[in-house]
Each structure stands twice: as structure tokens, then as C-alpha cells.
């Protein structure tokens, strides 16, 4: 069965970075982009951007840009996100999804999510 | 940007009671709509694609309808564990959420 187990809870003060980890099983790592979407506390949902594991391209939502970097692994099926600069309105729960078409932006399968905090 | 809108933000409700989510998008988006379902702490749950194909395993009580820039989920008889927050999202650009609607029990 697709699972996707995401690395654990982080603390950081502003400034620092995160690495916010991604395993995927149970299906062909490189056929299905995989997304990364966050949730501020009590908030809604937000598209953060996509890798994909087959070519290694990425896309971000313009206002991550700068700040986002998604990098894939196929050799161990994970994919890796990693904020920079971080900021106290970084402060959220962070979901990897994979792509339900491929490459269609629709999130079938999700991770656990991982909570960052970022404080002083 | 597709700004995307939901109403109500909150619906009180029964067991057994028909439920209506709307969701407005900025644009037409045609028919580039899903829906997910998210309960607390939890991860969301993939329910509709293409405004109203539903996904395998997702109870035939739930329905999606709609094209352009209205469209609406709906839930002919609620179970209590329909209970939770839904939530749109277009895919015709970039995905953007509607900020959800909590079903909450009346």
C-alpha cells in the first residue's frame, strides 16, 4: 500500500533553516510528482510547490522563492524540503502528497505531516 | 493567483441531515476542482477530482457538482464521521485551497 512517512517535529529559532524529510512505499517513486503543503496553526491549507523524483525539476509558489528548495532521492525513494530564513509565520504542520495523475496537482496519498516551530 | 472561496465557513448539523458546501473560484478553473476531507491532527483525505469523480473507496453519499467557477460538495445522509473540515482546491494553475468549511454537529 502508498505510504508516505515524513521526519519528525523541529524546533527553530528564526533564521535557521529546515530539512523536512519524505519516505514513499508501495508504488514507483519517479512516476508521481510529489508536493509539499503546509498548514499554519488553526489555518487553512497552502501549496508550497512540487519536485519531480523522474527528472528532478521543481516548482514553487512565487512567494517561497528564494527561501524553498525540494531535492528527491530515488536510490532510497525520499523526497526532502528545506526552508530557509525562517520566519515566525513559518511556524506550521508540513504535509508531503504525492500526485494522484503524475503530474496533474492533486493530492491523493499525504504524509503524517511534520510540525516546525520556529521561535525565538 | 485563483483566489478560491468557501461558504459557509462553519455548518452546524445532524446525523442523517443534507449537507452543501459551496466553493467560488476567482476564474473559470472548467472542471479543475477536488475536494478533501481533514479531521484534527490529521492529514487530509482525498474525496473528488474533476469536480465530481468520485475517488475509489469514498462513500457514494458524497457528490461533487458544478464547472466554471461555482461548485458545491454535498453529503446526502451525514454519518458522524462526516464531522470534520472540508476543504476545495483547483488545479487549472498553481493549487490554491478554499480556507474550509467545518461540518460541526448541531
Known amino acids: 500500500q502508498v505510504q508516505l512517512v515524513q521526519s519528525g517535529a523541529e524546533v527553530k529559532k528564526p533564521g535557521a533553516s529546515v530539512n523536512v524529510s519524505c519516505k514513499a512505499s508501495?508504488?514507483?517513486?519517479?512516476?508521481?510528482?510529489i508536493h509539499w503543503v503546509r498548514q499554519a496553526p488553526g489555518q487553512g491549507l497552502e501549496w508550497m510547490g512540487w519536485?519531480?523524483?523522474?527528472?528532478?525539476?521543481?516548482?514553487?509558489d512565487q512567494k517561497l522563492q528564494g527561501r524553498v528548495t525540494m531535492t528527491t532521492d530515488t536510490s532510497i525513494s525520499t523526497a526532502y524540503m528545506q526552508l530557509s530564513s525562517l520566519k515566525s509565520d513559518d511556524t506550521a504542520v508540513y504535509f508531503c502528497?504525492?500526485?494522484?495523475f503524475g503530474s496533474g496537482r492533486v493530492f491523493d496519498y499525504w504524509g503524517q505531516g511534520a510540525l516546525v516551530t520556529v521561535s525565538s | 493567483d485563483i483566489q478560491m472561496t468557501q461558504s459557509p465557513s462553519t455548518l452546524s448539523a445532524s446525523v442523517g441531515d443534507r449537507v452543501t458546501i459551496t466553493c467560488r473560484a476567482s476564474?473559470?478553473?472548467?472542471?479543475?476542482l477536488a475536494w478533501y476531507q481533514q479531521k484534527p491532527g490529521k492529514a487530509p483525505k482525498f474525496l473528488i477530482y474533476?469536480?465530481?469523480s468520485l475517488e475509489s473507496g469514498v462513500p457514494s453519499r458524497f457528490s461533487g457538482s458544478g464547472s466554471g467557477t461555482e461548485f458545491t460538495l454535498t453529503i446526502t445522509s451525514l454519518q458522524p464521521d462526516d464531522f470534520a473540515t472540508y476543504y476545495c482546491?483547483?488545479?487549472?494553475?498553481?493549487?490554491?485551497f478554499g480556507q474550509g468549511t467545518k461540518v460541526e454537529i448541531k
Open positions: 502528497a504525492r500526485d494522484y
Open positions: 508501495g508504488y514507483m517513486f519517479t512516476g508521481h510528482y
Open positions: 519536485a519531480n523524483p523522474k527528472t528532478g525539476a521543481t516548482r514553487f
Open positions: 476564474q473559470s478553473i472548467s472542471t479543475w
Open positions: 474533476k469536480a465530481s
Open positions: 482546491q483547483q488545479y487549472y494553475g498553481s493549487p490554491s
